[in-house]
T-cell receptor
Framework: GAGVSQTPSNKVTEKGKYVELRCDPI?????LYWYRQSLGQGPEFLIY????????DSGLPNDRFFAVRPEGSVSTLKIQRTERGDSAVYLC??????????????FGAGSRLTVL | AQSVAQPEDQVNVAEGNPLTVKCTYS??????LFWYVQYPNRGLQFLLK????DNLVKGSYGFEAEFNKSQTSFHLKKPSALVSDSALYFC???????????WGAGTKLIIKP
């Protein structure tokens, strides 16, 4: 596609529920990143995919968070047993490759998650 | 450890005046520096980057930034501000070819007519 697409744009859920957030990157981009952004803060790194594999998942806060990218394109961020502290905007970004420091990330509009 | 500092939470500028949004960084290797802008309810958009070469980098929407190695700074500038420039601005740095971007906390830019 022309840009990075994220769905849903808004998700309201109850504490303890399961949530999936989807990211459709730019076609041909091999690198995909998930970030979390709280109000007034910069993006917080969660996980980085190079192709189908998670090259770095060190930013995932705990084992309730998991992400997949089975065919090297669309990615899904999964959050189990949601907590109020998970409320944030979840940003997805992609780049042509992850191996160049000069790479520019293209971001989606984000998925705003609110846990009541 | 790598870090980025944006010392101002908010910058207020009158329309037509020059603007500067400050950014300083700390890396042990060669820095790759970026500015992104975020408009309300929208994703981050790339403005400009410094990789190597000329210290003055020109980017989108008339913005430019100056890389200063001795002061480890990469301040964002624009000669004449527009009301439509009002947004949240983020500075980010990579060390060498590391894929990890380290982000500043952001600076809210308010341009008053």
């Amino acid at each position: 596609g022309a840009g990075v697409s994220q769905t849903p744009s808004n998700k309201v859920t109850e504490k303890g529920k399961y949530v999936e957030l989807r990211c459709d990157p730019i076609s041909g981009h091999t690198a995909l990143y998930w970030y979390r952004q709280s109000l007034g803060q910069g993006p917080e790194f969660l996980i980085y995919f190079q192709g189908t594999g998670a090259a770095d998942d060190s930013g995932l806060p705990n084992d309730r968070f998991f992400a997949v990218r089975p065919e090297g394109s669309v990615s899904t961020l999964k959050i189990q047993r949601t907590e109020r502290g998970d409320s944030a905007v979840y940003l997805c970004a992609s780049s042509l490759t992850g191996f160049s420091g000069a790479n520019v990330l293209t971001f989606g509009a984000g998925s705003r998650l609110t846990v009541l | 450890a790598q870090s980025v500092a944006q010392p101002e939470d908010q910058v207020n500028v009158a329309e037509g005046n020059p603007l500067t949004v400050k950014c300083t960084y700390s890396v042990s290797g060669n820095p790759y520096l970026f500015w992104y802008v975020q408009y309300p309810n929208r994703g981050l958009q790339f403005l400009l980057k410094y990789i190597t070469g000329d210290n003055l980098v020109k980017g989108s929407y008339g913005f430019e930034a100056e890389f200063n190695k001795s002061q480890t700074s990469f301040h964002l500038k624009k000669p004449s501000a527009l009301v439509s420039d009002s947004a949240l601005y983020f500075c980010a740095v990579r060390e060498n070819s590391n894929y990890q971007l380290i982000w500043g906390a952001g600076t809210k830019l308010i341009i008053k007519p």
